[in-house]
């Protein structure tokens, strides 16, 4: 430890000092401009569309339900949903799986994908429906799900399971090596 | 971490293992997931609560040092056999994890070794020695081999061993920050990452030059000042509530800790390291450096140009990115240290620099859990497999080779709010032990009242950095 100068002349200096009770207002006066705040600011909850960094993102329009993961960059805030409102629903107990997902497809052009690696975002609860047409063949590897399926060049596999885990999450060729596209699932 | 980005490159590199043991190198899960980017609304709150917190510190911290003159309590001792047998475990666990990357499966997921350095070893003893104090000392493998040399020698040549030179003072804690550099060089930049017989390589020779320095200057002092690892776990345990010394150990307040760093050279720029490398970690998974239209790809397209092979580029454009972090963290901390110096004149640059920067100790430290935590919750679950197939070779010991990483054992908001929180209380623990330092260097309050403006400064700039680093903004 450094050797410490003469301690402060004046410590208590009483001119700026401030007592107890003037201590705790300060604190509780930034408590509740930060509840203030935190409140107001996850009002507009804008996490439906997560970046605005894109365009190489495809938004997969989840099931039925949250109509707002159009595109990134618009400031469409509210989410003005005509069936039940998926915010405080944990996942798949709505069963109002009326329309049919639609399918995602990435296409596999000589081992790489089509276009670049591509987002496909999903709301946990959803089900995700993904199809892969290669012309390599390969094993399909869709990781943290741990899916994996096989494909033959030219032919194509398709998934369908429902997005339980949160996160993002690498598709690969699994034998070349080669990341083919994100899975994106965002918290419900 | 890149969430051992294992998978592309364990992919590539296990490719033919698959071929020969379909279900070993995959069973586990163990790779692909990544961290949602922190959402607009809660970057924009934490931002808020760090500019709230800052100014309410600022009117509210006490007027005298309080953590620089804290004292310790003892509350109890350790038996003595207990040091010899802490060594040999720390011996045999190195030796096993340098054994399997040898002998082992090199499919980076299947071989316990990588997930061990990166995850257990690299992660996990820094939130422990946060925690509980310096436990990595004990049982720190290299020192130990050194001390049982030493002992033995001793007892042959009956105590007329050379003395050791003396350890040079301006060499510092240089030789740490070197090795910090290295390593989050392998790890982050480095192709041949994951290899498990390279990674084994690897640390042998850190052990090897660790027991060199140990034999030349002596096994303190050169552990104190230039043994990378034994430095870094040390730095973080100053945060914690127990000190371990000799065979003691005590209570002291929180953070107190820090305020004894010795502030020999090359400190601050081991700090600087430990900060930079970490944001440099996330930054390069983010749109701004990776992305179609990233620093990274035109950076790497241009060095290709020049003759370089593709694997070679990437190499030099991420070596580039990430001694630019660890730059533009030693720039910023430099810039709040020349404002300071302004101040009450006295105090050089130099100096000040020295003097607070172990308040980025608690700094560094939240980086590590924003940037880890889910890391050392998910891929340490991992553990469990590979603990009863450390080699991939399909035996199992504890009957535990089968299980697999449960994802959902924290969600991603979770995370977003652990990771919010270290940023934000690290903040507030920087900004108090700069302020409690403060009135030590300045005479009067209000030197060290306006000084600290500038510490301020230097610490929003932190946080923020590493919020948005977390952020759907650059993600």
Known sequence: MSTPETPPTGGDDPGRGLSGVQRAGVVLGGLAVLLIVFVVLRGNDDNGSPSSSSAQQTTAASSGADPTTSDPSTGSTSTSTSTSTPTASTGSTSTATTPEPAVQTVRVVNGQPAGGIKTISYTKGDQVRLKVVSDTADEIHVHGYDLMKDVTAGGSVEFDFEATIEGRFEVELENAGTQIAMLEVDPS | ?475
């Not at chain 2, 320095?213 to 040390?234: E, L």
């Open chain 2, 1 to 475: 971490m890149r969430r051992l980005r294992i998978a592309a490159l364990g992919a590539a590199l296990a490719s033919a293992a698959v071929a020969v043991l379909p279900d070993a190198a995959l069973a586990h899960g163990l790779v692909g997931k990544q961290d949602l980017p922190i959402p607009r609304w809660l970057f924009a709150w934490a931002a808020a609560v760090v500019l709230v917190v800052s100014f309410v510190a600022l009117a509210v911290l006490w007027p005298k040092p309080r953590l620089e003159t804290a004292r310790e309590t003892r509350l109890f001792s350790v038996p003595a056999f207990l040091e010899p047998l802490c060594g040999l475990i720390g011996i045999a666990a190195f030796a096993f994890v340098v054994y399997a990357g040898y002998a082992g499966t090199q499919a980076a997921t299947a071989n316990i070794e990588p997930t061990v350095i990166y995850v257990i070893f690299w992660v996990g003893i820094p939130f422990a020695s946060a925690v509980l104090g310096d436990v990595f000392a004990p049982f720190n493998p290299w020192r130990a081999l050194a001390r049982g040399v030493a002992w033995i020698a001793g007892r042959v040549a009956g105590g007329r061993l050379p003395e050791p030179m003396a350890y040079p003072s301006w060499l510092g804690r240089w030789p740490a920050m070197a090795g910090i550099l290295a390593f989050a060089w392998v790890e982050l930049v480095y192709n041949n990452r994951d290899d498990p017989s390279l990674l084994a390589t690897l640390a042998l020779l850190y052990a090897a030059t660790q027991l060199i320095g140990m034999s030349v200057y002596g096994i303190k002092p050169w552990t104190h000042r230039a043994d990378a690892f034994a430095v870094y776990f040390n730095l973080f345990s100053k945060l914690a509530p127990l000190h371990w010394r000799e065979r003691t150990v005590s209570r002291r307040l929180i953070l107190s800790g820090t305020t004894h760093l010795d502030l020999m050279p090359g400190t601050v720029a081991l700090l600087c390291t430990m900060i930079g490398t970490t944001s440099f970690d996330g930054f390069s998974q983010g749109q701004l450096w990776t992305g179609t239209n990233g620093i990274a790809p035109e950076l790497t397209r241009r060095f290709a140009n020049l003759g370089f092979s593709q694997e070679t580029a990437l190499e030099i454009t991420f070596t580039i990115g990430l001694v630019f972090m660890v730059c533009f963290v030693g720039a910023i901390y430099r810039a709040g240290i020349a404002g300071m110096s302004s101040i009450g004149g006295r105090h050089d640059q130099g100096e000040l620099a020295r003097r607070f920067c172990h308040s980025l100790i608690p700094i560094a430290f939240a980086y590590v859990v924003a940037h880890y935590f889910s890391l050392l919750a998910y891929q340490g679950q991992a553990m469990a497999s590979l603990v009863s197939d450390p080699l991939g070779t399909g035996s199992d010991i504890f009957g535990t080779a089968s299980t697999i990483i449960d994802y959902n054992v924290i969600s991603a908001t979770g995370i977003w709010y652990v990771q919010v929180a270290a940023l934000v209380l690290g903040h507030a623990a920087g900004l108090t032990l700069a302020h409690d330092r403060a009135l030590v260097v300045y005479r009067r309050v209000r030197d060290a009242t306006r000084s600290q403006y500038w510490m301020l400064a230097v610490m929003v700039a932190f946080t923020c950095l590493g919020l948005w680093i977390l952020s759907a903004s650059a993600q």
